[in-house]
Structure formats: structure tokens, C-alpha cells
């Protein structure tokens, strides 16, 4: 089965009318309801009103893959909608696309469902693919592209089709402050440590922050009790924990995984290891992150 197998002309939007993400879906569901992809449209329209956002996959600055799972559809289906106007996120007014792809599917086909996802981000990541799709004047030509001829959806879920791609990464010469406001920004819990080539070299975690960061701004009085330290105290240090670097601190043993590897194969290192978040590299370098969030998200939740 290949991606363009997923799409239909009759289930392309071109132009895309829509100022939000969230309109976007609207309009892409307004167009499946029209054709008759839906069983229940009013079950799919408040799936996506008061579930909103089950997930987001955003690929770059090219595209947004909003994305549900319910029994409003009798299958999988997939809507396109190319804008003329850029389309803003609600949860980052800063980041916009023109392409928006909507993805639905029953709860029986969640492995297509992630298979296709993820094929989507996977032909989004290439920018002639972008280019082509911003180019196409019609639906006929979106379902024509040769792009989404190529991409074959696999046999079985792989690490590839539910990490979450171009993961955010710090260098080993940045401080522990500067990760700490990193992850309280993204709201992330872990950071690969990269070079200049972006390959891995270490990771640093809120294991590691609390480990180096804590006995400076936390001490315990001799009555047990835990106290914060006056600002004399602090200004007496002799270095500012904050300042430590990322590479005295991270951790340089870590467990990878490889896009091809199956779910299975994460689920075998889960439970041996007691790991819940990896980096995914190819040749050594950081391709994206896979967390158990990701995986139970995906695959149980509702």
C-alpha cells in the first residue's frame, strides 16, 4: 500500500480558506462530511471540538498533521488543504504553514492510522515534495504527485512512524541553565547532546539538573529542616550552578534506537533496561525522540 492510495481528489482542498490549525481541520472535515467519508459528522465534529489537540505533528515551517482516532469514520481517511496564506498554530501564534493534512480513523485501524502519519511526515521532510504541493493548482495534481507514489507504508509499526522528528538537542558547551529554561520553554524532560556534525555524544536529563542544581539553592538545618539559601550565601558561592556546562554534567551512556526498529523491539527495551525516552539517530546522528508518552499516547489512548 502506498500513500497516495490514502487520497482522493475529491478529498483535496485547493485553496485551503483558513486563518488557525484548528479552522483548517474544520474545513478539511466540512469537506469529508460533503463527500460522504464520514458515518457521523456530528460525532467527528466534536471529536474535534472538544478533544482538540489529541496530537500535532508539525513538519518544519511545511505543514501540520492534525490527527484523531473515533468511530465517526468506518475506515481510515485523509483530507489536504493547501492555503494560499500561511495558517497559524493556536499554540504557537509564531509558527505557521500553508499545508495542512488531516488524518481520521477508527480505533481498529490505529496501526494504519500511525503508518500513515508518519509516511505523511516522512514525505513532508523532503522540500521538493513541499515545493510540488505548494505548486499544485488542482486536487488532481496533489494526488498525482510522484512523491507520495514512493512512499510505501510499511508492513508493520516501526520507530519511525511515532517519534517525533527533529528533536531539540543542546551543545556540550552550553550551560545547565540555559537547558533548564530549554526544557521548561518546550516542556520536555530530556535533551540529546550533540557536536557540530549533530551526532550524539550524551544526553542530559532532569535527572541531572535536580543532581547539580539542588544542593546549591536547597540546604538541610541540623533539625532536618530543607531551607533555601539567602542571597549572601548565594553570592558567596564559588560557582553558580547554572553556569556548570552540559558536558561536565550529561550523561555519555546512552541507549539509542534506529528509525527501523520495531515497536516491539522499544517495548523489549522499556521494560529490560527501566528506559522511558530514547534518541533515534541514523549514522550517529539525532533524527528524532521517542519517549513511552509517544508510544502509549499513540497506540492506547483514546
Known sequence: MKLKDVLSPEHVVVPLRAGTVKEATE???????Q???VAEPQR?????????????VSVGEHAFLPHFRTEAVRGLVAAVGISPAPIRWEKDPNRSARIVIFIVAPLRD?????????????????PDTVLALLAAKTAEQVVRLAALDAVELPSQLTV???MTPQAFTVRA???????????IEQDIRAMPVVDDASSLIGMVTHRELLRHLIPDFLQRTKTGEVRAPTRSQLQRAS???RLILVKEAMARSVLCLSEDQTLADVANLMSSKDVDRFPVVREGV???????????????AP
Open 35 to 37: 463527500v460522504g467519508a
Open 44 to 56: 467527528l465534529n466534536a471529536v474535534i471540538r472538544h478533544t482538540w489537540p489529541e496530537d500535532m
Open 27 to 33: 474545513r478539511l472535515a466540512e469537506r469529508l462530511v
Open 110 to 126: 490505529a496501526a494504519l492510522y500511525l503508518q500513515v502519519v508518519g509516511a505523511f511526515a516522512r514525505a513532508l521532510s523532503d
Open 286 to 300: 539525532v533524527v528524532g525522540f521517542l519517549t513511552r508518552a509517544d508510544v502509549i499516547r499513540r497506540l492506547i
Open 160 to 162: 519511525r512512524d511515532i
Open 173 to 183: 558547551d552550553q550551560t545547565l541553565g540555559e537547558v533548564a529554561h530549554l526544557m
Open 239 to 241: 560557582t553558580d550552578p
